[in-house]
């Protein structure tokens, strides 16, 4: 088993889903959850100056979806085809657009930002949670892609976990199976254990 290192900022950032795989896996790692002011030590040898980095096995690897995808199919959480995969893939990629979105809604400067939020929970909310939810409702997992959980549910799940709140009350009663899917991810046994003692 190769020896892993994941350095990366102690808030609930997007190197959580790299956490998340390592939970589910029940594989060990390094944590190094550092401070904004410990960084500095740890920058000059990051692949681009950026957190978080993963080591293996002293091979460093930058970028947050980077990371979870190698870590996921390393440990069988990526799908069990190739289309399995693409699967997986388009669904990580949709959550991270819809992050996106989100993300600049809420921080663009008025007036701008009263368009964009309009835009976002009368189109773009819509436009992919419709296809969350019905994915979700038809699966016979009750996971996004396959059999279980893959890397693609712990993506929507921490998204939808920082977004339900700004978004219209109504939101989580349209889209139920996407409601209770992040309840399903968050209370299997060791992601509910890694999320009771995460930093």
């Known amino acids: 088993m190769p020896k892993y290192k994941l ?14 795989v390592f939970a589910q896996a029940g594989v060990e790692y390094e944590d190094i959850c550092c401070e904004a002011e410990e960084w500095p030590k740890y920058k000059p040898n ?9 080591e293996v096995d002293g091979v460093q690897l930058a970028d947050s979806a980077a990371i979870t995808r190698y870590l996921a199919r390393e440990f069988g959480l990526a799908g069990k085809t190739r289309l399995e995969e693409a699967q997986v893939d388009m669904f990580v990629g949709a959550v991270y657009d819809l992050a996106k979105s989100t993300y600049e809604a809420q921080h663009a400067e008025k007036p701008k930002k009263t368009e964009l ?5 009368e189109e773009t909310v819509p436009k992919f949670l419709a296809k969350f939810e019905s994915t979700l409702e038809e699966s016979k997992s009750g996971f996004l892609v396959g059999e279980g959980v893959i890397w693609a549910d712990f993506t929507l799940m921490r998204v939808m976990s920082c977004i339900w709140s700004q978004l219209p009350e109504d939101f989580a009663t349209k889209y139920s199976h996407v409601k209770e899917h992040g309840k399903r991810v968050e209370s299997l046994p060791k992601i509910a254990a890694w999320i ?4």
Request: charged share 15%.
């Open 7 to 20: 350095i990366h900022f102690n808030a609930r950032g997007i190197a959580e889903l790299a956490c998340m």
């Open 46 to 54: 990051a692949p681009f100056g950026q957190a978080p980095v993963l």
């Open 117 to 121: 939020v309009k835009k976002l929970h």
């Open 196 to 199: 009771a003692t995460r930093p």
